[in-house]
């Protein structure tokens, strides 16, 4: 099954139906896009690579649930299997290429690319809020967490304001009642 060169590189043929077209939509998502197409040649690589193999052992050592033609036609099988390995191969390693210029072009830190550390926990987002010495307290929080607790503590003071302004009335109503 010959693949074209571009093969890794571009979306494939008949399969734009079936792109989202978040992958379209800049050149950093076509080049995500095409790493995890790669992805899938270097699997169907591994594949061809251990079919060939099999396509070299003795005829005789064939288990019958492989299926592997015999005389003539194994030497066509492997001699196809071989050259769309090597094709894979090319295709992947000009998609290779292409990443890595992108990253280069784009100019990305390689601080960026890394893994972060195991155990690694993201700094909130926001700036940190003013402790009382005037220094910012670097800890879990930042600014705009701040306020969503202020502002749920403001809403519950409300809340319990209302509450005691409706106990208030119905004991006064209670009260009258019983005059």
Known sequence: MPSNSSTATQPRIGAEAEIDPIWTSSRTARQIFALGE???DISRLLALAASSIALLTLPQLDA???ALPQGGE????????VSEY???????HIAMRS???HIRQSRIAPSA?????PGFVPPSLGVG??????SYD???????????ECDAWRRILEALTRLRAALGREHAGDASATE
């Not at 690319?113 to 550390?117: H, M, S």
């Not at 670097?138 to 969503?148: A, S, Y």
């Open 38 to 40: 790669v992805e899938k």
């Open 64 to 66: 019958p649930a492989d």
């Open 74 to 81: 194994r030497s066509e099988q492997f001699v196809l299997e």
């Open 86 to 92: 090597f094709e894979r191969l090319d295709a992947i």
């Open 99 to 101: 990443s890595l210029a």
């Open 113 to 117: 690319i890394n893994a972060p550390a």
């Open 129 to 134: 809020v003013p402790a009382d010495d005037g």
């Open 138 to 148: 670097k800890g879990g929080r930042g600014l705009q967490e701040e306020r969503v």
